[in-house]
Nanobody
Framework: QVQLVESGGDLVQPGGSLKLSCTVS????????MAWYRQTRGNQRELIAT???????DYKDSVKGRFTVARDNHGNTVYLTMSGLSPDDTAVYYC??????????????WGQGTQVTVSS
């Protein structure tokens, strides 16, 4: 059974940086498409970055140039490095895993979420 474990959320000051991790177990990261979402209370979960199994990553405009997704297929871990953080980035961050559309078995897995708080 594929599972995701996230870590790295913290309290950080405005302008600071943070690196989130999402480790895949029970499956190979290299086989899956990954994404990062975030959610604030009372709002829907929003997609902020994608990391397909092949091809370039893509980012929501509001985080473009500040956030970077990196995959370590050997370590089965995907990272979200965030810089220039502002209070607007405060949210629970989730990693998401999906099988390719051509895969026989389709599934989608969510991490447990990690809290990022940007405040002075």
């Amino acid at each position: 059974q594929v599972q995701l474990v996230e870590s790295g959320g913290d309290l950080v000051q405005p302008g600071g940086s943070l690196k989130l991790s999402c480790t895949v177990s029970g499956g190979a990261l290299s086989f899956h498409d990954m994404a990062w979402y975030r959610q604030t209370r009372g709002n829907q979960r929003e997609l902020i970055a994608t990391s397909p199994r092949s091809g370039p990553s893509d980012y929501k405009d509001s985080v473009k140039g500040r956030f970077t997704v990196a995959r370590d297929n050997h370590g089965n871990t995907v990272y979200l490095t965030m810089s220039g953080l502002s209070p607007d980035d405060t949210a629970v961050y989730y990693c998401n895993l999906k099988t390719p559309t051509w895969a026989v078995q389709q599934y989608e897995i969510w991490g447990q979420g990690t809290q990022v708080t940007v405040s002075s």
